[in-house]
């Protein structure tokens, strides 16, 4: 998947994550894997788990529609900007130390990192979505080393599934990552995604300023060249166009889309129109579920605090504001199925509601997305191996992070 998680916990001297061809990254072990045990019970790629009873949303305290009510972060985010005006509450309000989320990293216009937010500046900084990889937590273990800190997360629900299971093998751990607040996430495009949406414009050197969406709602996708020519294409035309149709596999059989193991998770509280979302710019808006008693408490907070506004929502109205989550929640378990039979039960998805769901469906059209998935499971494999002989033989398309 690429968080670079077990990277984190073997040490770059057993495991180093490397940028294959084709625009994602893949662990590189070194000599015998005598990780693979606590790789098979940390990694979110193969292990996500949960406890709680799921509905269609996942379990759910409370719902609501919100946004900052600072303008200027509420602009610049790819939302409403909740999640940054939460991270920023805890920030100010001293409950957390650093917030942990995806930023570029430095000197790049397009690799992403993990980086640790301490001011308003930083929040700022890192806020709008980042459709790209991210080595979201090669550097975990070693950032909770260093100090006694402790911190929020925000992030994809994968990462979260992952941060999750470090705290179930280093226990140790548990009470440093305070809060986890997740997005709604579609999938994560390979870096050759956003080359080839650049590319649009005619031009094929790299430009030195990028951004996906965001400053506006939803924003557009710009980038800008050192001579001051730029390139912008709407969010609809670079996610739905390209970006989000050069995705992993592991996202085609993603079991949490909607940030169930979070204690917050939120989206893109978008108008709709004939029941579908509506992409006119607008200014930003978030629906956000919360998922636990500590996320129920921090989001009251933040609004008694006036860091952000919110209004009531009917979470029967998310269906046509999520429409392809709401749809990916009743079929994904016939993908999972099927990953499951060609990986020989590799996979150890658990309580989140998705055998229920799979069979509310057509049957003939679960059994379609099963043969389809098993499919692209076996081209997956053989696509893996290709990828693998490169990065062992040290290919020049292969770079060493």
């Known amino acids: 998947m690429g968080c670079g998680l077990c990277s984190s916990v073997l040490g770059q001297d057993k495991c180093q994550m490397r940028l294959a061809g084709n625009g994602f990254y893949y662990p590189l072990y070194k000599g015998a894997r005598q990780g693979d045990a606590i790789i098979k019970s940390i990694c979110p790629g193969i292990h996500v788990e949960d406890n709680k009873k799921h509905d269609v949303w996942g379990h759910v305290v ?23 005006a939460l991270a920023l509450y805890l920030l100010e309000t001293k409950k957390v130390d650093g917030i942990l989320q995806v930023g570029l990293k430095d000197g790049s216009f397009l ?3 993990l980086k640790i937010s301490r001011s308003r500046e930083d929040i700022i900084t890192n806020a709008q979505s980042r459709y790209a990889p991210a080595l ?4 975990l273990k070693q950032v909770l080393d260093l100090n006694s800190d402790v911190y929020a997360f925000v992030g994809k629900p994968c990462d979260i599934a992952g941060i999750n299971n470090f705290i179930g093998s280093f226990p140790q751990y548990k009470n ?5 607040i997740s997005i709604f996430c579609a999938g994560m495009p390979s870096y050759n995604a956003s080359r080839k949406t650049w590319e649009q414009s005619g031009r094929k050197d790299d430009p030195v300023f990028l951004k996906y969406r965001g400053e506006g709602w939803p924003g557009n996708f710009k980038a800008v060249w050192a001579d001051g020519q730029s390139y912008e294409i709407s969010y609809n035309d670079s996610w739905g166009k390209i970006l989000g149709r050069d995705l992993g596999f592991r996202c085609k059989i993603c079991p949490d889309g909607i940030g169930m193991l979070a204690d917050i998770s939120l989206g893109d509280s978008w108008n709709t129109k004939n029941g579908y979302p509506d992409f006119t710019e607008a200014d930003g808006r978030n629906f956000c579920f919360i998922r636990s008693e500590r996320g129920k408490q921090l989001f009251n907070e933040a609004v008694d605090k006036k860091y952000i506004a919110k209004k009531s929502l009917e979470v029967n109205k998310v269906k046509d504001m999520q429409a392809y989550q709401y749809s990916r929640r009743h079929h994904v378990g016939w993908r999972i199925m099927a990953a499951q039979v060609s990986s020989l039960g590799m996979l150890h998805f658990k309580g989140l509601g998705l055998i229920k769901l799979a069979l509310s469906i057509n049957k003939k059209m679960g059994l379609r997305e099963f043969a389809g998935t098993i499919k692209r499971s076996y081209k997956n494999k053989k696509s893996m191996k290709n ?3 490169v990065l062992f033989g040290g290919g020049e398309r292969a770079q060493s992070m």
């Open 62 to 84: 409370d719902v609501a529609e919100a946004w900052s009510t600072d303008n200027d972060l509420r602009h610049k985010a790819a939302s409403g900007g909740v999640s940054s």
């Open 111 to 113: 690799y992403n990192e």
């Open 387 to 389: 990828i693998y002989s």
């Open 136 to 139: 979201t937590l090669n550097s």
């Open 176 to 180: 440093r990552i305070k809060y986890t």
